[in-house]
């Protein structure tokens, strides 16, 4: 699609974001996004009117829909749908001024926020070990002792490897790429933000050993418009329906 057309689409009518209603999951990435740039956008399942349920369902099952998403999160653009959190995320740090101008470093951020959906992966894989279709409650043995491995092995492997690149990046001031804020900064913020929720306990030590992460987490929650956005009710609080949970036998 043509900028030119993306433009004149956006004009016409605003984002709609597809996202489950009551959890933050994935779809909070692109909150975060959109509210950081000040996009206008419809959180669409969130809207009482039966229509906008409709449409949701219709995207995920209508064969007339082009390039159907295969789940939620995705976003309508004009008459468009993109699908997949880093695609849609890509799609956006271009459009709203969220990722360097760079060929290489777009790429880069772009990598860095798949890294980010590997943990998201991972944090979930932690309550449904066996199987997203099955209850917690009937997985719960294999619950522990995945979670114990990720709790010991896996996330400290993430979080030394943002901690280490964003050492590489600037020493001082807490950025993943470049100078300026990029959307894989807003989503490593929510990282911090679910780890911190879901394992209280195992990330009790996180600013002695991750110190740039955690400067990155404090400065991202200062920026003025996210500061807004987490104070208000369009921020929906962590729950155990969601990535994020806190059940306190997961946590050590
Ligand atoms: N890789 C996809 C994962 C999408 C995904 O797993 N979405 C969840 C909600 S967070 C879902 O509803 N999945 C339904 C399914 O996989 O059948 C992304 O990052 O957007």
């Not at 003025?224 to 949970?245: L, T």
Request: with cysteine.
């Amino acid at each position: 699609m043509l900028t030119k057309d993306v433009e004149e689409m956006e004009r016409v009518k605003p984002y709609g974001l597809y996202y489950w209603p009551g959890i933050q999951g994935r779809g909070e990435f692109i909150r975060l996004a959109l509210e950081y740039a000040g996009v206008k956008y419809v959180d669409v399942a969130r809207q009482k009117n039966k229509k906008a349920g409709q449409m949701f369902a219709a995207y995920l099952s209508s064969h007339s829909v082009a390039n159907p998403p295969f789940a939620p999160p995705f976003l309508e653009v004009g008459d468009s749908i993109i699908g997949q959190t880093a695609a849609i995320l890509l799609f956006l740090g271009d459009r709203h001024g969220l990722a360097p101008r760079n060929k290489m470093k777009r790429l880069w951020t772009h990598q860095i926020q798949l890294t980010i959906g590997d943990c998201v992966n991972e944090v979930h894989d932690t309550h449904h070990p066996i199987s997203a279709s099955l209850y917690y409650e009937d997985q719960k043995l294999h619950a522990k002792r995945r979670a114990k491995i990720f709790r010991e092995e896996r996330m400290p492997k993430f979080l030394s490897w943002f901690e280490q690149i964003l050492q590489q990046n600037l020493p001082r001031d807490p950025r993943l790429v470049g100078r300026s804020i990029t959307y894989a900064d807003l989503s490593l913020f929510q990282l911090v933000e679910g780890l911190r929720y879901a394992f209280p306990r195992a990330m009790q030590n996180a600013p002695n050993s991750y110190p740039r992460l955690c400067a990155l987490h404090q400065f991202v929650a200062q920026l003025p418009r996210i500061k807004a956005y987490c104070a208000s009710d369009r921020r929906i609080p962590f729950n155990e329906d969601g990535i994020f949970r806190h059940y306190p036998e997961l946590d050590g």
